[in-house]
């Protein structure tokens, strides 16, 4: 009898909005859309404007992952993305939870992670009268406007039934082409307003093949240029690592025995213990990097920007000299090409299928390369010359522990294919420089914004996506301490990532710049008003969190304070005492030194 009522009940008109039984809220459509896209974890942190749309991705099973500050499950989102290739998905608070997510949310366009944003909003009805919490400063309800100089498209979404349309499209959007991130701004009685869910899937609304191999007659161009090349060099770029194209680069270079340098960004994309790998190249790339691009009469760029910091400023003679090298590059973005460099081939397509037409059309027209036994041994000659140029500071034993013997103790203690997440300073250029990435999506780093902040958070991300592989974050005391909440999260999940803390004290590589060019380090330091050095007690700190920690201030306990920290099961922190006072070992040319050099005299 009552559930006869309750059916009665549940099947009756209460309003305009609720019309029929399988009417659903916004919230609930939204989180269904994600179902359908296969996401299972949202990051973010709670708000009374979007707590509707947490509870309805918990009810279809949807994990929400909480973080202390929105710019972690940012980042977080971001890695978790990095190292999956699943959709990054945001869920925050309006205003100042929104704001928050800026830094991480421009981190992650950057590096063309598709990332879908959605945050609250203040209710719709209210949006004319500046209501609590809104910013509405120049024009109503209006925090969207903040993110599209970083956004490919923001949505305020004022009426639930325009969901069903932008759902799809924003799904679309920050997954097809270049991906990116997209917002939807949602009042917060959209999401508790019903509307008539569509008979149709969100996939349906985008294409079902993103791998479009490119014109046909460029490709067999590049074919041509790349067999009739004398010194033949590939540059790869994070798109390689978006397509997943690591097979077909490593067919291509191979039946050219072509040298294979990448951009930081894509660092691990060709194996870098490989005969034909140079490492990453740039202004503090390899030595071998820069010196194959340099030397190469013919070189195929694939889904590469050709970033400033990858290409030595762009001043000729350092990384590339663009003519007289012949430049073929393919890119996803028509507007990618030639941007920088002038092209000879400019090819539109996909990375993985118009690298496996080039390796097809090489395949079936070269004759064994004669020059080949050459190039290698060569190759061979050049990182002979580089290993033994790191050598010195890598066996250096003095105290504080000099970050280059750090970077290679951790090469020789950690798993083969552990996933390292970086911040920046020494912990990301020198790593990029010197750590020896042997497989893609392990090697996790701020490419674009450079974000100071971005490894503790983005470590967490990234063993959530990979709970079977060793996550370790490579941070500076001043980065680490920027974003030390992110040990909460840890704690609360049962997530065992490791951070090695590079504790020097200072913010060492702005110190450098103050003390080469304005002898100065006002700004840099951490200290005490009688100027002591200053930072917290990283292991009573992290005791207080509820992790596992130790210190190493000697190297020779480096061996063993590593050992321990790989083999921990358990969030685990390891504080390492390290030198301020190393600058970068840069290879290639950063032309900010040009008027910097003067100070401010
Ligand atoms: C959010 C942000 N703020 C400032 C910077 C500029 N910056 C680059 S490196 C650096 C110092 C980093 O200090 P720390 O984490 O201690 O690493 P160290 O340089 O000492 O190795 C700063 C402040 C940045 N990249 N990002
Ligand atoms: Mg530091």
Not at 278 to 306: H, K, P, Q, Y
Request: net charge negative; aromatic share 8%.
């Amino acid at each position: 009898m009552s559930a006869q009522i309750d059916e009665e009940l549940a099947g009756q008109k209460k309003g305009p909005d609720d019309a029929t039984a399988a009417r659903v809220t916004g919230a609930m459509y939204m989180a269904e859309c994600l179902r359908q896209e296969g996401v299972s974890k949202v990051f973010g942190q709670c708000g009374h404007t979007n707590y509707a749309l947490i509870d309805a991705c918990h009810r279809l099973g949807i994990e929400f992952v909480s973080f202390r500050h929105e710019q972690m499950a940012a980042h977080a989102a971001d890695a978790y993305f990095r190292v999956t290739h699943k959709l990054a998905v945001l869920n925050v608070h309006l205003s100042p939870g929104l704001t928050n997510t800026l830094t991480g949310v421009a981190t992650a366009a950057a590096d063309s992670t598709p990332m879908v944003v959605f945050a609250g909003n203040t209710p719709s009805y209210h949006h004319a009268r500046e209501p609590h919490q809104g910013i509405r400063f120049h024009a109503d309800a209006s925090q969207g406007d903040m993110f599209r100089p970083i956004c490919k498209r923001v949505w305020r979404v004022d009426d639930a039934k325009l969901l069903v349309d932008v759902m799809p499209r924003a799904l679309n959007v920050a997954q097809t082409g270049r991906p990116g991130a997209v917002l939807l701004d949602i009042p917060m009685d959209v999401f508790s307003a019903h509307i008539d869910p569509p008979n149709q899937q969100t996939r349906s609304r985008r294409p079902g093949y993103g791998r479009s191999p490119g014109d046909a007659e460029g490709i067999q161009r590049a074919a041509g240029l790349l067999r009739s090349a004398k010194s033949p060099a590939i540059f790869a770029g994070n798109g390689v690592m978006l397509s997943e194209a690591w097979e077909e680069l490593r067919a291509v270079a191979e039946q050219l025995n072509a040298p294979v340098a990448t951009t930081l960004m894509a660092k691990g994309v060709f194996p870098e213990d490989h005969a034909l790998s140079c490492g990453s190249a740039g202004i503090w790339g390899t030595r071998m990097a820069n010196e194959a691009l340099l030397g190469a009469d013919v070189i195929l760029a694939v889904g590469t920007a050709f970033g400033e910091a990858d290409c030595s400023s762009w001043i000729p003679g350092h990384t590339f000299s663009i003519p007289p090298s012949r430049l073929i590059q393919l890119d996803i973005s028509p507007e990618e090409i030639g941007k920088i460099y002038p092209v000879e081939v400019g090819i539109v397509g996909d990375a993985k299928a118009t690298l496996a037409a080039i390796a097809a059309s090489l395949h079936e027209t070269s004759a064994p390369n004669s020059r080949s036994n050459e190039r290698l041994t060569s190759l061979q000659r050049q990182r002979d010359a580089w290993n033994k140029e790191l050598a010195t500071t890598q066996a250096d034993a003095g105290m504080p522990i000099h970050p280059a013997r750090l970077l290679a103790e951790i090469s020789r203690a950690a798993p083969e294919d552990t996933v390292f997440v970086t911040d920046v300073g020494w912990n990301k250029n020198g790593a990029g420089q010197q750590l020896v990435a042997r497989h893609p999506q392990t090697f996790i780093t701020s490419g674009g914004m450079a974000t100071m902040g971005f490894a503790p958070a983005a470590a967490i991300g990234a063993k959530i996506g990979l709970p079977d592989r060793k996550v370790a974050a490579l941070v500076g005391d001043g980065g680490f301490l920027s974003v030390a909440g992110a040990m909460t999260t840890a704690v609360e999940l049962g997530i065992p990532v490791l951070w090695i803390i590079f504790n020097n004290f200072c913010f060492s590589t702005i110190r450098t710049v103050g003390t080469t060019y304005f002898n100065n380090a006002y700004g840099t330091e951490f200290t005490t008003p009688d100027g002591k050095p200053y930072n917290p007690d990283f292991l009573l700190l992290a005791e207080s969190f509820g992790l596992k920690a130790a210190r190493v201030e000697q190297p020779a306990d480096l061996a063993k304070a590593l050992a321990k920290a790989f083999a921990a099961d358990e969030p685990y922190l390891l504080e390492v005492r390290t030198r301020g006072d190393v600058p970068m070992p840069r290879t290639g040319y950063w032309d900010i030194a040009d008027f910097l050099a003067h100070g401010n005299d």
